[in-house]
């Protein structure tokens, strides 16, 4: 979910950029989304801590579990290598690796059915993903529009678990000096999407006589965003992310493989500075939402969820650092 999501990015990205470059359409494409995403740079590098929060979670449909959790913390690191260019430039071939770290430590749960207090051991999660992307750019009735297809394979240390794809088209509807807006549509190549065909929308504007300028991305973020020191930008604003992992599980209730499905909305602020030409780092703080927890069957609908978990608004920051040739 998470590499359909940056990739979906990428693509509303380009668009907005073939709009305003046209001349060099793959240097000002990578340029652009590089700048917006710092997970999809040649390397980046970021470590998250949430605050604690209280949960209360549901089995089958039935009351199962409430309790705490102490810590939460996640560790990403990705590598985005374009790997071939057609020579018209139009066409261009990207592989992605990303890796992450999850754990949780846990105070007291208690069952539905006990007042006694328990405790779990602390649990460490790691999930790997790789993408192929394909993109192609081009001109539909005299605008610019982008076609991409992407295949994702993801896993857990035990194994390869789903091979996922998808499939966009975003095209430019309106271009000004100020304002920039696209539209376009996202296909799932996905047995387990809950709806497999997704709008998208952006929305740039930057203020008259203003350093500010909003960023819109539908579904993701809403952000306002201006420089700040001469090598740095502040945005505030707020982000919907995706979170998921695998579970293997063998006990008297659930054994196999099972997929952790979690929505976040994160509100609050965003720094990041260049420290040296290729080097930017970042700094986001605020709260988080979790507006979702569910765990499915593995390839199963996410409305078909066994596990369906509730948490408490969290403190969190994030601090990364990334590497950006561009």
């Known amino acids: 979910m998470k590499t359909k999501i940056i990739y979906v990015l990428i693509i509303c990205a380009s668009v907005r950029t073939m709009a305003q470059e046209k001349e060099a359409p793959i240097k000002s494409v990578v340029k652009a989304v590089t700048d917006k995403f710092p997970t999809t740079r040649i390397i980046d ?8 929060a209280n949960f209360d979670s549901k089995l089958f449909g039935d009351r199962f579990e409430r309790g705490r959790i102490e810590s939460h913390n996640r560790l990403k690191a990705s590598v985005n290598v374009p790997f071939f260019a057609s020579q018209s430039k139009r066409f261009v071939l990207t592989s992605s690796l990303r890796y992450k770290y999850e754990t949780y430590e846990f105070g007291d749960i ?3 059915n ?11 999660i790691h999930f790997f ?23 994702t394979v993801d896993g857990n240390q035990d194994n390869v678990q789903r091979v996922k794809g998808f499939v966009t088209a975003s095209i430019v509807l309106k271009r000004t000096a100020s304002t920039t807006i696209t539209i376009g549509a996202l296909a799932m190549l996905d047995p387990s999407s809950i709806i497999p065909i997704t709008p998208l929308f952006t929305y740039n504007h930057k203020f008259e006589n203003s350093k500010w300028d909003i960023d819109f991305i539908l579904p993701q973020r809403l952000l306002f965003r201006r420089e700040l ?6 945005g505030l604003g707020t982000e919907l992310n995706p979170e998921n992992f695998y579970l293997n599980l063998n006990n008297a209730r659930l054994k196999g493989v099972y997929e952790l499905n979690q ?3 994160k509100s609050g602020i965003t720094y990041e500075y260049r420290f040296a030409p290729k080097i930017i780092g970042l700094f986001k703080a605020g709260v988080n939402n979790v507006l979702s927890t569910r765990v499915t069957e593995r390839g199963e609908r996410t409305s078909n969820y066994i596990y369906d978990q509730k948490e408490d608004a969290q403190g969190y920051f994030r601090i990364g650092i990334s590497y950006n040739p561009f």
């Open 129 to 151: 993903a790789a993408a192929l992307s394909a993109t192609y750019m081009s001109t539909l009735f005299h605008k610019p529009i982008i076609y991409n297809a992407t295949a």
């Open 263 to 265: 929505l976040e909305l």
């Open 229 to 234: 020191l001469e090598n740095g930008r502040i």
């Open 45 to 52: 590098v970021q470590y998250e801590q949430l605050g604690p």
């Open 110 to 112: 208690y069952n539905v």
């Open 114 to 124: 006990s007042a006694v207090p328990y405790t779990r051991e602390k649990e460490e």
